[in-house]
């Protein structure tokens, strides 16, 4: 009986090592010579669970070549508890796809709300109330003194359309008694038209080659009607003068020294 368990034990240890040697890897087996000794006596009532021992493979000291033994079949393991991954567990989702299974883009801060409802007013907002602008009171243009009536001033007044022609004498802007009193009697006939106004234009003879010279004694003159007109009650803000100088080429004998006053309701 011994012999044939030596036998039987020989044949194992010829056939691991041929295993081995064809695959080239190192295997790791723990032998137990009280299990090989019970293969022949009877079989024997398994232990409890609970007695039954973890064996792990420890390395051994032979060779590659070295024979090995397989752990007697008896041998009870506990074997790992493998527990799934969460990335296991949840199920796969397409790309472009949610975790609801909706596709489409998951809103990265929570659920898209609807915009609320927009509220009409019950009735229109009342129309504003403007105030009224305050009146200021309006500084008034200072009235120039009455010119210098001169009793041997040359000059005369004549009626032209839409008013009057005022000479003067050459280089004078001096008025006498009665071109005053034409400028007076033209600034009444504006008294009762508040919306015309007077338009006052000035000549000057001079010499060709000196345009400043009969253009300020122009001017002198268009001012001194002026005054009178502010003087008799027309505002100055009714009362244009036009300084133009000499005037133009006209017929042979025409005044060169002289002022119109017109009306603006008779201009073109």
Request: net charge positive.
């Amino acid at each position: 009986m011994h012999n044939v368990f030596s036998l039987s034990r020989r044949f194992s240890l010829f056939c691991a090592a041929t295993l081995l040697s064809l695959q080239g890897a190192q295997a790791q087996i723990v032998t137990s010579n009280s299990a090989l000794d019970q293969l022949g006596s009877a079989p024997q009532k398994a232990k409890p669970a609970a007695s039954a021992k973890r064996t792990n493979p420890a390395p051994t000291a032979h060779g590659k070549n070295q024979p090995h033994t397989h752990a007697p079949e008896n041998t009870e393991q506990k074997t790992p508890t493998h527990k799934p991954d969460a990335a296991t567990q949840a199920p796969a989702t397409q790309p472009g796809q949610t975790a609801t299974g909706t596709t489409g883009s998951a809103p990265a801060h929570g659920p898209v709300r609807p915009p609320p409802a927009a509220t009409i007013p019950a009735a229109p907002p009342p129309p504003p109330v403007l105030t009224p602008t305050p009146e200021v009171a309006l500084h008034p243009f200072p009235i120039p003194p009455q010119p210098t009536v001169v009793l041997t001033a040359t000059g005369a007044a004549t009626p032209i359309p839409g008013g009057v022609r005022i000479t003067f004498a050459a280089g004078s802007d001096e008025l006498n008694p009665g071109m005053h009193q034409a400028i007076l009697t033209f600034g009444q006939s504006l008294a009762d038209k508040p919306n015309v106004r007077a338009i006052v234009q000035a000549y000057s003879s001079g010499a060709p080659n000196d345009p400043s010279l009969p253009r300020r004694i122009a001017l002198l003159r268009g001012l001194a009607a002026r005054s009178v007109l502010m003087n008799s009650g027309i505002p100055s803000t009714r009362i244009y003068v036009r300084v133009i100088g000499q005037p133009l080429a006209g017929a042979q004998g025409a005044p060169q020294d002289y002022i119109d006053l017109t009306q603006s309701d008779s201009q073109p």
